[in-house]
């Protein structure tokens, strides 16, 4: 049961003899803030006392008066100007944790009309193994899918790869131009992932001597336009000086990141002028940019070499990126990537053209969408298709395939105008009920706040990000295992497993206890904390409620079948409890949203109820059996919770610690 969803509906019926349609004034019935005036409180006899012009507190007590809540609250109190608070009974909180006890669900129910989504997250480029910003989509992506299926929503997730851009391009001219053969026949992975690395360097270092001069004036542009507002005299007025001092701080942050960008820029071509090997290859392929696009041009116009390779090196590619899936525990329905719609875009544009859809402007066939003052391309007047076509033709797939009633998009927020601009396509189209949304997020940042990179200014792999949040994981097992009052419990496999789904999970909970539309800092030493907002705590709370269990020799299946009720006396108790049967809640609210840092919150306040209640009340030596039986209860039923909620973003838990 949602308790929240629960008592809207007695408001609902309350408010009904006072206004028509309460529904809008039913979000004011929300979690008590302060738990000395209850559990939860109405707020919304203000409101109305304003609409109806009748005084706070007697439209108050008129709503208390309707409501029928005896069954579940003790009776209502109006406080203040008009606040109704609501304290739930502690014998109806007993009864409902009993109710739960053997539910696998812990009372959370399906939603009564279960919707289709279609989820696109991960969805790397795969000529290149993923790196740190890859995490996000995938983790908040997966996450979003278990919750939405435990709901008992439709969920067909699939990883629209990117398997077929300019990526290819890159290794298509590695390849033909400087394969080491001997290490391709090693590693194909690590050869064409080398080969990426180079023909992107020499492409960014071609076009970067291009634009550097350019790039150089306009920074001393600035440097000039700040030195001259920097001379200006102050202004007497007030208004004035407010607004030159802004203007001076919008000049100095443009400065600084005019700055950064020469610096990343001239640092780039310094490592291709410093090594005699990358300055005889730049010299050697000066049209290399050019020549990339070509060889993507070709793969996709069918030319059989470039199929061929590319035949060839997906599968590999591929692999790479299901090992990163596997230590994940990330699965997916579908995989079509982009290579899978490309037969079907000249298709698509004809039917836009026939329509009279699509426009052709300068030779480029375009879309011209209201509200946006440049067109979405969807063909270029060399007749190649654009990202924009290839995500059209998926809408169409989708739409014909799956029917469903949403598609989310978990993609990083650059990309934001692109998805504006394709749902306003999909709409042109003809898509107009289908709900479609960018679940976009923020940036993963290094401790100087920029985005996170090796120390030689690499992006980081994710494989060995993983590796190293393993390694630290392990560190901290090791340490927490050796400080025990009774000596070490745990031999080394045990230690190794338990670092392993720790260090695993911490990288995961970093990100997904993170607002996803801020960016946050990648924190190694945070991240794996035994104290705080993280994985390792949750699971520390959770390996303590199976160690009770361990110690007193607690058959857990034949505690959750007493038909003993459950005593919720002392605060702590009551707090725990209650923290327990608001799961449903949490999982509600963060799907409005698509939020998985609602659940994460939720989860730090379970444990924290936990560590509060077990700190206070003795479990295995209460006074008496029957409060003995009954707290067992409540760890099994906070451990349960934790479990589950856990489960839900894609982690796991370990019975010892
Ligand atoms: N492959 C793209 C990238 O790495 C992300 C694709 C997101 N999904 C989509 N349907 N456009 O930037």
């Given at each position: 049961?949602?308790?929240?969803?629960?008592?809207?509906?007695?408001?609902?019926?309350?408010?009904?003899?006072?206004?028509?349609?309460?529904?809008?004034?039913?979000?004011?019935?929300?979690?008590?803030?302060?738990?000395?005036?209850?559990?939860?409180?109405?707020?919304?006899?203000?409101?109305?006392?304003?609409?109806?012009?009748?005084?706070?507190?007697?439209?108050?007590?008129?709503?208390?008066?309707?409501?029928?809540?005896?069954?579940?609250?003790?009776?209502?109190?109006?406080?203040?100007?008009?606040?109704?608070?609501?304290?739930?009974?502690?014998?109806?909180?007993?009864?409902?944790?009993?109710?739960?006890?053997?539910?696998?669900?812990?009372?959370?129910?399906?939603?009564?009309?279960?919707?289709?989504?279609?989820?696109?997250?991960?969805?790397?480029?795969?000529?290149?193994?993923?790196?740190?910003?890859?995490?996000?989509?995938?983790?908040?992506?997966?996450?979003?899918?278990?919750?939405?299926?435990?709901?008992?929503?439709?969920?067909?997730?699939?990883?629209?790869?990117?398997?077929?851009?300019?990526?290819?391009?890159?290794?298509?001219?590695?390849?033909?131009?400087?394969?080491?053969?001997?290490?391709?026949?090693?590693?194909?992975?690590?050869?064409?992932?080398?080969?990426?690395?180079?023909?992107?360097?020499?492409?960014?270092?071609?076009?970067?001597?291009?634009?550097?001069?350019?790039?150089?004036?306009?920074?001393?542009?600035?440097?000039?336009?700040?030195?001259?507002?920097?001379?200006?005299?102050?202004?007497?007025?007030?208004?004035?000086?407010?607004?030159?001092?802004?203007?001076?701080?919008?000049?100095?942050?443009?400065?600084?990141?005019?700055?950064?960008?020469?610096?990343?820029?001239?640092?780039?071509?310094?490592?291709?002028?410093?090594?005699?090997?990358?300055?005889?290859?730049?010299?050697?392929?000066?049209?290399?940019?050019?020549?990339?696009?070509?060889?993507?041009?070709?793969?996709?116009?069918?030319?059989?070499?470039?199929?061929?390779?590319?035949?060839?090196?997906?599968?590999?590619?591929?692999?790479?990126?299901?090992?990163?899936?596997?230590?994940?525990?990330?699965?997916?329905?579908?995989?079509?990537?982009?290579?899978?719609?490309?037969?079907?875009?000249?298709?698509?544009?004809?039917?836009?053209?026939?329509?009279?859809?699509?426009?052709?402007?300068?030779?480029?066939?375009?879309?011209?969408?209201?509200?946006?003052?440049?067109?979405?391309?969807?063909?270029?007047?060399?007749?190649?298709?654009?990202?924009?076509?290839?995500?059209?033709?998926?809408?169409?797939?989708?739409?014909?395939?799956?029917?469903?009633?949403?598609?989310?998009?978990?993609?990083?927020?650059?990309?934001?105008?692109?998805?504006?601009?394709?749902?306003?396509?999909?709409?042109?189209?003809?898509?107009?009920?289908?709900?479609?949304?960018?679940?976009?997020?923020?940036?993963?940042?290094?401790?100087?706040?920029?985005?996170?990179?090796?120390?030689?200014?690499?992006?980081?792999?994710?494989?060995?990000?993983?590796d190293?949040a393993v390694r630290r994981a392990h560190a901290v097992v090791a340490a927490n295992d050796d400080a025990k009052p009774d000596g070490p419990e745990l031999d080394d496999d045990q230690r190794r497993h338990i670092a392993d789904v720790v260090g695993h999970a911490a990288?995961?909970?970093?990100?997904?206890?993170?607002?996803?539309?801020?960016?946050?800092?990648?924190?190694?030493?945070?991240m794996v904390a035994l104290e705080?907002?993280t994985a390792t705590y949750m699971q520390y709370s959770y390996a303590r409620t199976q160690s009770i269990f361990g110690k007193g020799q607690i058959?857990v299946?034949?505690?959750?079948?007493?038909?003993?009720?459950?005593?919720?006396?002392?605060?702590?108790?009551?707090?725990?409890?209650?923290?327990?049967?608001?799961?449903?809640?949490?999982?509600?609210?963060?799907?409005?949203?698509?939020?998985?840092?609602?659940?994460?919150?939720?989860?730090?306040?379970?444990a924290?109820?936990?560590?509060?209640?077990?700190?206070?009340?003795?479990?295995?030596?209460?006074?008496?059996?029957?409060?003995?039986?009954?707290?067992?209860?409540?760890?099994?039923?906070?451990g349960?919770?934790i479990r589950?909620?856990l489960?839900?973003?894609?982690i796991r838990v370990v019975e010892k610690m």
């Amino acid at each position: 049961m949602n308790i929240l969803v629960e008592l809207r509906l007695r408001f609902h019926q309350a408010l009904r003899t006072v206004v028509d349609d309460p529904t809008d004034l039913l979000d004011q019935v929300v979690p008590a803030q302060d738990p000395r005036f209850g559990d939860y409180q109405a707020n919304m006899a203000m409101t109305l006392a304003n609409r109806l012009s009748q005084p706070q507190r007697k439209v108050a007590e008129q709503i208390v008066q309707n409501l029928q809540v005896a069954d579940l609250c003790d009776p209502p109190e109006v406080a203040g100007p008009g606040f109704i608070n609501l304290r739930l009974r502690d014998d109806w909180l007993a009864a409902q944790l009993q109710r739960i006890s053997t539910d696998p669900r812990l009372g959370v129910s399906p939603v009564d009309d279960p919707a289709t989504f279609v989820l696109d997250y991960s969805s790397p480029n795969v000529a290149k193994p993923m790196h740190v910003g890859h995490i996000r989509s995938t983790v908040i992506g997966d996450s979003l899918y278990r919750i939405l299926r435990f709901l008992g929503h439709r969920v067909i997730g699939d990883n629209h790869l990117g398997d077929w851009g300019t990526q290819f391009g890159m290794i298509l001219y590695g390849y033909k131009h400087f394969r080491d053969p001997s290490q391709f026949a090693q590693s194909l992975v690590k050869e064409l992932s080398r080969l990426y690395k180079l023909v992107n360097q020499l492409v960014e270092y071609h076009q970067i001597r291009q634009e550097l001069p350019e790039l150089q004036s306009q920074f001393a542009q600035r440097i000039e336009v700040l030195d001259q507002q920097q001379a200006v005299a102050p202004s007497a007025d007030g208004a004035e000086q407010k607004r030159a001092a802004k203007r001076l701080r919008n000049l100095k942050k443009q400065v600084a990141e005019m700055r950064d960008k020469v610096a990343a820029a001239e640092k780039k071509l310094a490592e291709v002028e410093e090594s005699p090997e990358l300055c005889r290859l730049a010299e050697q392929h000066p049209n290399i940019g050019s020549a990339v696009l070509e060889e993507t041009a070709r793969l996709h116009a069918g030319d059989p070499e470039n199929l061929g390779l590319w035949h060839d090196f997906l599968p590999a590619c591929r692999q790479e990126i299901q090992k990163i899936y596997d230590r994940l525990d990330v699965r997916f329905d579908y995989e079509y990537g982009e290579s899978f719609y490309q037969e079907r875009l000249a298709e698509v544009v004809a039917r836009l053209r026939q329509r009279g859809l699509a426009t052709v402007s300068d030779g480029a066939v375009c879309l011209f969408l209201d509200g946006f003052d440049a067109p979405m391309i969807i063909q270029k007047s060399d007749g190649a298709y654009l990202y924009a076509t290839t995500d059209l033709a998926t809408i169409d797939f989708r739409m014909q395939t799956f029917q469903p009633d949403a598609i989310l998009y978990v993609v990083d927020h650059r990309q934001h105008e692109h998805f504006q601009k394709l749902f306003a396509a999909a709409r042109l189209v003809g898509y107009e009920r289908v709900d479609l949304q960018h679940v976009s997020f923020g940036t993963v940042l290094g401790n100087d706040g920029k985005p996170y990179k090796t120390r030689a200014g690499d992006t980081v792999g994710l494989e060995s990000l993983l590796d190293e949040a393993v390694r630290r994981a392990h560190a901290v097992v090791a340490a927490n295992d050796d400080a025990k009052p009774d000596g070490p419990e745990l031999d080394d496999d045990q230690r190794r497993h338990i670092a392993d789904v720790v260090g695993h999970a911490a990288i995961k909970y970093a990100d997904l206890c993170q607002n996803r539309t801020s960016d946050y800092k990648f924190d190694y030493d945070k991240m794996v904390a035994l104290e705080g907002n993280t994985a390792t705590y949750m699971q520390y709370s959770y390996a303590r409620t199976q160690s009770i269990f361990g110690k007193g020799q607690i058959d857990v299946q034949r505690l959750r079948t007493l038909d003993s009720p459950l005593c919720l006396q002392h605060p702590t108790e009551r707090a725990l409890g209650l923290q327990v049967l608001r799961l449903s809640e949490a999982i509600a609210e963060a799907v409005v949203d698509y939020r998985p840092n609602i659940l994460t919150g939720y989860l730090f306040d379970t444990a924290k109820r936990f560590s509060e209640f077990y700190q206070q009340c003795q479990v295995l030596k209460a006074e008496s059996e029957a409060l003995r039986t009954s707290r067992l209860r409540l760890c099994d039923l906070a451990g349960q919770a934790i479990r589950l909620g856990l489960e839900l973003l894609g982690i796991r838990v370990v019975e010892k610690m």
